[in-house]
């Protein structure tokens, strides 16, 4: 995953916040996964989703002056398509984590545990950054997590 950490590194140059965000829900979907005893495809999928899966927030900003969650799923798949094709991703791959990236906001069709872990990670992460009220917390675990080692984290974190 190296090429990709640095080519995500390099694409959010000048937005350190950008890099520490896609980063802290890089390392928090690795746990989950392990966690989960998520077997190899998955994880490959599920970290290189992690790195890129905030990648349309750029050209939101651009285009629209904003980085709300549905402009990022609009733009994001593109450029993600584009990066991992670059660094020779294999394009199964290349296609689950475009679609990841395009539906990162959407919870109502979780259709994979890369998908789940890749949401809970993000909130996680969203959470602490939002500097999240316990009742916001204990929503999200309610509705959206569902992994044992996700909700185990947030409980953890914000409910303890």
Do not use: W
Not at 5 to 32: C, S
Not at 71 to 80: D, K, R, S, W
Not at 106 to 130: R, T
Request: charged content about 20%.
């Amino acid at each position: 995953m190296e090429p990709l950490v640095t080519a995500m590194i390099a694409y959010e140059r000048g937005v350190p916040q950008r890099v520490q965000h896609f980063l802290k829900v890089y390392a928090f979907a690795q746990a989950i996964a392990q966690g989960e005893g998520a077997d190899e495809a998955t994880c490959r999928v599920l970290e290189a989703a992690a790195l890129v899966h905030d990648i349309g927030i750029k050209p939101a900003l651009e285009i629209y002056g904003s980085s709300a969650g549905p402009h990022q799923e609009e733009l994001g798949p593109g450029p993600a398509r584009e990066m991992l094709t670059g660094l020779g991703y294999d394009p199964a791959l290349v296609e689950r984590v475009a679609y990841l990236v395009g539906h990162h906001h959407s919870y109502g069709q979780i259709d994979g545990l890369d998908y789940q872990i890749l949401v809970e990670a993000d909130f996680l992460v969203n959470l602490f950054e939002g500097n999240a009220a316990r009742a916001e917390a204990e929503k999200v675990r309610d509705s959206i997590f569902r992994t044992a080692t996700g909700r185990k984290y947030l409980e953890a974190m914000f409910l303890a």
